[in-house]
């Protein structure tokens, strides 16, 4: 089975920056799309970046240009560097990853894993 945790949240001033990080675990298993999702008090979960296993990588239009989603693929590790964080982007942060399991008759079972998550607390 594959696990994803989360790491790198904290509390910090308006303006500042944190870096994410989320490490995935497990045996016989191929990730080909890690995102990260975030929700806020209140509010639904929504996407904020993702990454493919070639390195194509989405944003919402709310952190383009502060944010930056990376992975890296042979410790099986994403990051997102967040820059010039806002109040609005108080949130838990959560890691999810999606692939699949190989058999030896290299029968693949698809998977969706989601990390616990990290807070992260911005102030005015």
């Known amino acids: 089975q594959v696990q994803l945790v989360e790491s790198g949240g904290g509390l910090v001033q308006s303006g500042g920056s944190l870096r994410l990080s989320c490490a995935a675990s497990g045996s016989d298993f191929r990730i080909n799309t890690m995102e990260w999702h975030r929700r806020a008090a209140g509010k639904e979960r929504e996407l904020v970046a993702s990454i493919t296993k070639d390195g194509l990588r989405s944003y919402a239009d709310f952190v383009k240009g502060r944010f930056t989603i990376s992975r890296d693929n042979a410790k099986n590790i994403m990051y997102l560097q967040m820059n010039s964080l806002k109040p609005e982007d108080t949130a838990v942060y959560y890691c999810?990853?999606?692939?699949?399991?190989?058999?030896?008759?290299?029968?693949?079972?698809?998977?969706?894993?989601w990390g616990q998550g990290t807070q992260v607390t911005v102030s005015s």
């Open positions: 999810n990853g999606e692939g699949y399991h190989v058999d030896l008759h290299d029968v693949r079972t698809v998977f969706r894993a």
